[in-house]
């Protein structure tokens, strides 16, 4: 008789938390933020995020230069070994170009993640709106 154990599907080794949209009016883009946990024992990295809600997702990173600061994209965001990686406001976050529908305050749009190592996780992030600066 087989083991139970062996028809159980592998354990996720990253989390995806605390997502949210920030919605901007017209065709704005808009940014998308939350927390990714990796509970493994090495890095792994964000390599991109799909959504059929918009015509585009990016990987962005905000970087300063003195003064001045530019959103510059990436094309990885490296999660720590046991550790989180958090997309923030002036930090990493995704870009979200050409939305399919306006969005509406208080709706959730979903998010595929994709990892380096093979995981893909989907969340439900709440559309918030454009004064939120954070989570």
């Known amino acids: 008789m087989a083991s139970l154990t062996a028809f159980a599907a592998p354990s996720a080794s990253v989390r ?28 792994v990295d ?48 995704v870009m979200l170009e050409q939305p399919k529908k306006p969005l509406k305050v208080g709706t959730s749009i979903s998010l595929a993640f994709n990892f380096s190592d093979g995981e893909k996780v989907t969340a439900a992030c709440m559309v918030k709106s454009p004064g939120t600066v954070a989570e």
């Open 46 to 93: 964000l390599t991109g995020v799909e959504t059929n809600a918009f015509g585009m997702a990016m990987l962005h990173q905000t970087q300063s230069n003195g003064s001045t600061s530019a959103m510059v994209m990436v094309d990885k965001a490296t999660v720590p070994a046991n550790g989180t990686l958090t997309f923030a406001p002036g930090n990493y976050h």
């Open 16 to 43: 995806v938390s605390d997502c949210w949209i920030r919605a901007l009016p017209g065709d704005l883009p808009s940014g998308g933020y939350f927390k990714v946990v990796n509970m493994s024992d090495k890095p």
